[in-house]
Nanobody
């Protein structure tokens, strides 16, 4: 499966963005998906994940209550709605996928990933 992340950009603190992860190739509904982010000089860290069916989601504590992950099977796309953005949310965001009911919160749990999309938050 090929993944294409998009939707990043420049936003003021307190603002919002919606990231998209579009998939092509294999049957995307068989894949659990997660978003990770990586700030300069830092490790890639877990943000949110969603199961094959979309019925199970989980979030990093740092984004809980502000970010929402969802998926649209008809569009083969997973979204990350990011509200009330903070300076510390600034990073490159990656979507990753694995052929499983749900993946873990570790980047190594996933077999496919896209090129990332930059999120910049200004004060």
């Amino acid at each position: 499966v090929q993944l294409q992340a998009s939707g990043g950009g420049l936003v003021q603190a307190g603002g919002f963005l919606r990231l998209s992860c579009a998939a092509s190739g294999r049957i995307f509904r068989r894949y659990a998906v997660a978003w990770f982010r990586q700030a300069p000089g830092m490790e890639r860290v877990f943000v949110a994940r969603i199961s094959q069916s979309g019925g199970i989601t989980s979030y990093a504590d740092s984004v809980k209550g502000r970010f929402t992950i969802s998926r649209d099977g008809a569009k083969n796309t997973v979204y990350l709605q990011m509200n009330t953005l903070k300076l510390e949310d600034m990073a490159v965001y990656y979507c990753e996928a694995v052929n499983a009911v749900i993946g873990g919160p570790e980047s190594g749990s996933y077999d496919y990933w896209g090129q990332g999309t930059q999120v910049t938050v200004s004060s």
